[in-house]
């Protein structure tokens, strides 16, 4: 009983993200698709199908647990949620809200929404996942300026010193063992994950989320960090998605908004041509285990893939495939077994193993994006 993700033909959309998440580990608001989606079905005894990039609803939800066996819904050919076999299925067409990610982008545009709507299922689930208001802390700090304290939620065990929590627009939740250092300031909606670091003297603006396990300082504006990754110094980072394991180096800077204030177009892995997003602003999408020195600078609609290791003067191209070793002066391949070393140590940092299965499923993915690397063919 319970919950299984099945991906459907949409899901290279969401590339370079999808080489190692799956979509429903994708982080939208303050907790992944999937967390979502079981916190939600968690009383529920049936066991559900759903597609791994359909964003939860209550109305949706309700429609999911009235459903029979052998039973589905689906808004014009895509499946959204069944149960039973799929190729066994009844269908019936759901004209309520389906809302999905279909790119990379898509995380960062529902981010502020989601932050909204996942407070309220979290404080619905009473228990040890309703925390408590600012305003019912045992001893709040107070060099701490709360605006709109009954929209700033703190858990008992973070840690808030001299900084502004803003909620005023959206509200402000921070996680377990969470520490915001003095000097930093927060306006909502914004997430701080569990055990995550908010540094000195960092903005952090609305619609942006900080994973579990991350470090974050500079200047952030509706973005999105997954998980164990860092942004640690000065820069700023703008309508962007990061992955995993990520690290940016001290004075690195996206853009976000291209000098002519045209639209902005993403290079699209899977069709292998830009795409363009129709939005004016839009920054960095960088996959897992990818890295980039002191005084990088990313182009407005940048993707970086797996793996990769950028620094140097000037601005980099605005596709950097996997596994790729170098910055605006040329690239080269970052070898596998150089690479599998960085990610240990990394790993390693944060009392974690590389396992020889995530190993392996890495070496897949360096092999598979090969064909990226156009320099191999020289």
């Known amino acids: 009983m319970g919950l299984t993700f099945v991906a459907d033909a949409r899901v290279n959309g969401l590339l370079p993200l999808t080489y190692t998440l799956g979509p429903q580990d994708s982080r939208v608001g303050i907790l992944t698709l999937s967390q979502k989606w079981n916190l939600l079905w968690r009383r529920q005894e049936a066991t559900l199908s759903v597609n791994s990039r359909l964003i939860p609803n209550d109305d949706l939800l309700l429609a999911a647990i009235s459903i029979s066996q052998d039973k589905g819904l689906r808004q014009g050919e895509t499946d959204l949620v069944w149960k039973g076999q799929a190729e066994c299925v009844e269908w019936t067409q759901w004209d309520g809200e389906a809302e999905f990610i279909a790119y990379p982008e898509d995380i960062f545009l529902k981010n502020g929404s989601q932050i909204r709507k996942d407070m309220g299922w979290l404080l619905e689930a009473g228990g040890e996942l309703a925390l408590p208001t600012w305003t019912q802390r045992v001893n709040p700090d107070p060099h701490t300026a709360v605006y709109c304290p009954d929209q700033v939620f703190v858990h008992p065990s973070a840690i808030v010193r001299s900084a502004v929590l803003d909620a005023s627009e959206g509200p402000i939740w921070i996680g377990e063992s969470a520490e915001i250092m003095p000097g930093s300031m927060i306006k909502g909606p914004v997430a701080i994950g569990e055990h995550s670091t908010i540094k000195m003297g960092a903005k952090i603006y609305g619609d942006s989320t900080v994973g579990p396990y991350c470090k974050v300082g500079g200047e952030v504006s509706n973005s999105v960090f997954h998980s164990y990754s860092n942004k640690g110094h000065d820069g700023f980072m703008g309508n962007s998605v990061i992955g995993r394991w990520c690290n940016w180096g001290a004075d690195t800077n996206n853009s976000n ?26 920054g960095l999408i960088m996959g897992d285990h990818s890295k980039c020195g002191i005084n990088t600078m990313f182009n407005t609609g940048t993707v970086v893939g797996v793996g990769a290791n950028i620094f140097g003067g000037g601005f980099v191209r605005q596709f950097i495939p996997s596994f790729a070793w170098g910055g605006a002066h040329g690239m080269e391949t970052f070898r596998f077994d150089k690479f599998a070393q960085t990610a240990e140590k990394a790993m390693q940092r944060r009392g974690l193993v590389l396992s020889d299965v995530e190993r392996d499923f890495l070496q897949s993915i360096y092999e598979a994006t090969a064909v990226h690397r156009t320099w191999e063919k020289k």
């Not at 291209?258 to 602003?281: C, H, M, P």
């Open 257 to 282: 908004l291209k000098n002519n204030y045209e639209q902005v177009k993403l290079w699209d892995i899977a069709s292998g041509s830009f795409r363009n997003t129709g939005l004016t602003f839009c």
